[in-house]
């Protein structure tokens, strides 16, 4: 049997469909294997359950300290005493 953590096919529009692996289950095509089907496609239970648990297990990763801190030295004055000025592009 095809063993990959990778989400198959027919898991697209699943909110536990994380793109590189599923958010429950190491190996989602064992689920689809079933005659009804992955138990937590489009399961609004499992998604919310799925969300609370990585609420809680937040980690402040480096990038997003490093972007704090960008921020934070955007608004300290310059030694010739003018601020920093952000130039941002058209969305």
Do not use: F
């Amino acid at each position: 049997m095809h063993r990959s953590s990778k989400p198959v096919r027919k898991c697209n529009g699943c909110g536990l469909n994380l793109r590189d692996e599923c958010g429950v289950y190491e190996n989602p095509h064992a689920q689809w294997q079933r005659r009804n089907g992955c138990p937590g496609y489009m399961n609004d239970k499992m998604l919310q359950e799925y969300q609370e648990r990585t609420a809680k297990h937040k980690v402040n990763t480096r990038k997003t300290k490093r972007k704090e801190a960008a921020k934070n030295r955007r608004d300290e004055p310059h030694h010739d005493g003018d601020r920093h000025v952000m130039i941002s592009t058209v969305q």
